[in-house]
């Protein structure tokens, strides 16, 4: 093959990045046969040169900017997180006229539509399989396989460290604390687990997925958001009498309001799921993602979300997609034209609740509890109710679809209610049709 | 928008391509936004041009050649099937420059080659999302999602109408026949229900996800097949005292054989498959593929598989994809080099088998039955017999892993043993790691 070589410059040199060079140099032949050209790496950046990282000691460099604007590197791939340096570096690349491939979620949930301008402008792709998801392809089946066809609804589990501390709850009737334990034991769980736990990374992805499934700009910041903390063994047991398990969902909608205009509601929570959808047997550190659209019905992704292989799985594929076009002389799809669809606010989303509250134990509570869902137009799908040790019962009231408006009323009154003694839990129930 | 229009023929009328002229008019403004370009339909071809067609009569043609001659016609979609016409009109279009887009799973399993080369020569787009697996992207996954990755198998539930009579057989206990009704009376299966139930339509699918998954040519005559007609409620029995169901398996996978040789192995046949696989949830018309790759780990694809829209949902994403590539000047992946692996013998295959049998009911029968796989190599892990109403007995036997020479060997051998009356099933166990 005479063709010139690509060259490829690597930002960061963790799980990912060590991933992906090695690939880059084991699979030579078979990319190159791919590509039309060899891959070169020309340059891998780091926070701290040495000779003990695996590589040959003059392709690292800690000056990240001079590496992304060197003359032979043609595709840059940033692997490097948080959000800066690499979206300086990325800029830099995209307007010296290289194509990058990034999995940095938080950069990309905060600054997309900067990104794809600079793109856009330069005539080079900027790819992102890896930052949803992991090696499940998700962001090219929404942006190219549903080109033709109306995404209606993004519902997936893609968190894969609250995936497997709410399965451990699940299958072991652990407490949140000791799965959390156990998750950072593995491995699973980082020292500091809040962007995991309280649903920042989810929301991340949430609003990457939003954005590409219906055109819209919508950053983290605009996704609602609630955490796993609070998820009792009680839940699960309530749960699993309801025939439902838990699970931390990423949902992007496209709702209708009542004033005829579409938005585009994303929102992170954890909800009761049916036993018989698919997601709720979605367990461990496994992501997956359904979408449903228009013409094509139900779909589902599913796959490792995360890890250092699969990612660069991702990353690769991406790399040879950018690779290919730079031989061609052409490029990937460019940024679609933005509907820019209003974001919906939370209170006119219409999901079923599941609510679990401690009453005093005496005639006529259940029926004046079930009085506060009435006045605000709720409608009561079911209704338990358990004495227990002590003097108090304990109700458990699962509603039909309503605003969540009039359901977070619904709550506040309760929390209000000489005979309830404390609201124990509330959450959302999805995936039914009613 | 002020730019030139994208002329579209599309040949075939039927539910697919019925579905796809209404997208592109319905779904104008928002296609050409995507595109950067409207879509115009410039002609569709029928069988017979007639005024009860759903469209202006003066889009309809029954002359196909002439249709994707047409200078204003930059874009063909083939979904009127069978081989013949559809191929010649295919090479036609392509070499005047205009790429395409086909459904036509038949065609492809034949002539891959040839087409791809056509297009490659041409310089235009050659896609076929729609060919395996409906709506769900499975093709574009594997060439772009996976580039850089290596894929060492792809097994998958492809055809809907056997796993709907296989659904059918398992949860109601109905034998093959009246499930084959069933299907029928429901639509779900031909009035010569031959393609299906005999496993070819299965094996075109494989043919296409073994050629691109493995960069190698695999027509549909290079795949081992056996269909579904002669299971029987008594294997579903024995399927679930194994805690297994049994479902009609495309698989294709990359083998290395005793000779260290490469090979690539497309094969079609019922298979029993433990429930705890995720293929063995996937019921009714639905289809699914799981997709094993080396650094991406297990990948699972799932939704309808077959129906007009989510047919024409695929169809609309190449569309949408070579339109683009139209508009920008570039093009999409060219076809990548081919590894031209040869296709591995059936024989060199390792699987695990279920045998049942009806024995002479006396001592020593399963001794020397067992003796007859222990003389060839094939190890056993579970033997059940069960006494019948008359004399005789009924022996159902799993094997390890083995090669099929061998479990055929011992298969042809029970059959002349002198204490069995009759080989019932031979079936193969998918999805268990030993």
């Known amino acids: 093959m005479t063709e010139k070589a690509i060259g490829v410059a690597v930002l960061g040199l963790g799980n990912v990045g060590s991933e992906v060079a090695r690939i880059i140099e084991e699979s030579a032949p078979d990319l190159a046969a791919r590509i039309g050209a060899p891959l070169e790496l020309r340059g891998v950046a780091v926070r701290r040169v040495s000779d003990d990282r695996g590589l040959p000691v003059e392709l690292l460099t800690d000056n990240v900017e001079e590496l992304v604007s060197r003359e032979d590197v043609d595709l840059v791939v940033e692997v490097m997180g948080p959000v800066e340096p690499a979206r300086k570096a990325i800029l830099t690349a995209l307007e010296g006229g290289k194509s990058v491939v990034t999995a940095n979620k938080a950069l990309l949930a905060q600054s997309t539509g900067e990104l794809a301008q600079a793109a856009e402008r330069a005539h080079v792709d900027l790819y992102f399989e890896a930052a949803v998801a992991g090696a499940i392809p998700v962001i090219r089946p929404l942006t190219q396989s549903l080109a033709g066809d109306t995404v209606l609804r993004v519902a997936g589990i893609v968190n894969g460290t609250t ?42 992805k949430a ?13 983290a910041d605009d996704v609602y958001r609630e955490g796993i903390t609070k998820i009792t063994p ?19 909608e496209r709702v209708t309001g009542s004033d005829g205009q579409q ?57 040879v997609m950018a690779a290919r076009n730079r031989v061609q002389g052409g490029r990937g799809p460019r940024e679609s034209k933005y509907a820019q669809l209003p974001i919906a606010p939370m209170g006119i989303i219409q999901t079923r609740y599941y609510v679990s509250m401690t009453v005093t134990d005496r005639p006529g509570v259940l029926s004046s509890v079930a009085a506060e869902f009435a006045k605000r137009g709720v409608s009561i799908a079911e209704v338990r109710q358990e004495s227990m040790a002590d003097e108090g019962a304990r109700i458990v009231v699962v509603t039909h679809r309503a605003t969540d408006a009039a ?21 959302r129930l999805e995936g039914t049709s009613e």
Do not use: W
């Open 263 to 319: 938005r585009v509601s994303a929102r992170v929570y954890p909800a009761l799921v049916p036993l018989s959808h698919p997601l709720a047997n979605v367990n461990g550190a496994f992501n997956a993602v359904v979408v449903e659209a228009e013409a094509a019905g139900r779909l589902m992704f599913y796959g490792q979300g995360a890890g250092g292989a699969p990612t660069a799985s991702a990353v690769m594929g991406d790399l």
């Open 207 to 219: 609003a990457i997925l939003a954005s590409i499934a219906f055109h819209t700009r919508v950053t």
């Open 234 to 252: 009680e839940d699960f047991d309530s749960a699993k009498a309801l025939g439902c398990t838990i699970k931390l969902l990423s949902i992007c």
């Open 407 to 427: 359901l977070s009323e619904t709550v506040a009154a309760l929390a209000d209610h000489d005979a309830v003694q404390e609201v124990n839990s509330v959450l």
């Open 163 to 204: 995936n497997y501390i709410l399965s451990e709850m699940s299958s072991t009737g652990a407490d949140y604390s000791s799965a959390l334990a156990d998750a950072s034991a593995l491995g699973y769980a980082e020292a500091d687990p809040t962007a995991d736990v309280e649903g920042y990374d989810a929301a991340a």
